[in-house]
């Protein structure tokens, strides 16, 4: 279910809560169009994060507005367009290769163990060991349960 909303109702909505940063997420932002919406958000004083999968090019516009950018690339190659990445995020699973991690495109670099899966988290571990600069990323929300 969803609720269609102008950039002043969706202001007034973030405006609700006790909030210095709004994450945009979920799905694919970059698809959308956010400049507007972006704008609106840091002229009301909010930080903004985004975080994407990389293959959507972002619109320049976005640049000057995004105070942290979160790349987690999901197997395909990251596109042309990211002037600042704070942060690349990549997913340890079966699929995971160290050798692709884009180490200088970023300022930090994270390792996500798969669902939390405990072969996931050792591969990881195994990874950080190597990479000392390089942080985890844990889902503590799952390793306490929640949905």
């Excluded at 000057?64 to 790349?71: A, C, F």
């Excluded at 367009?81 to 300022?107: N, S």
């Excluded at 163990?113 to 985890?136: D, F, G, I, N, T």
């Amino acid at each position: 279910r969803h609720t269609e909303m102008d950039l002043a109702e969706i202001a007034a909505e973030v405006a609700r809560h006790p909030a210095e940063w709004v994450c945009f997420t979920g799905g694919e932002p970059l698809g959308q169009h956010l400049a507007a919406l972006a704008g609106k958000l840091k002229a009301d004083g909010y930080q903004l994060h985004i975080e994407t999968n990389g293959v959507v090019a972002p619109d320049p516009a976005l640049m000057g507005l995004i105070d942290h950018w979160t790349v987690s690339p999901k197997g395909y190659p990251i596109v042309d367009g990211f002037a600042q990445i704070t942060e690349l995020k990549y997913v340890v699973g079966k699929a995971f290769r160290e050798d692709c991690v884009e180490e200088d495109r970023a300022d930090y670099i994270y390792l996500q163990p798969e669902s939390s899966e405990p072969r996931y988290v050792q591969k990881a571990l195994e990874v950080l060991s190597r990479h000392p600069r390089w942080r985890l990323s844990t889902r503590v929300h799952k390793t306490l349960g929640l949905p």
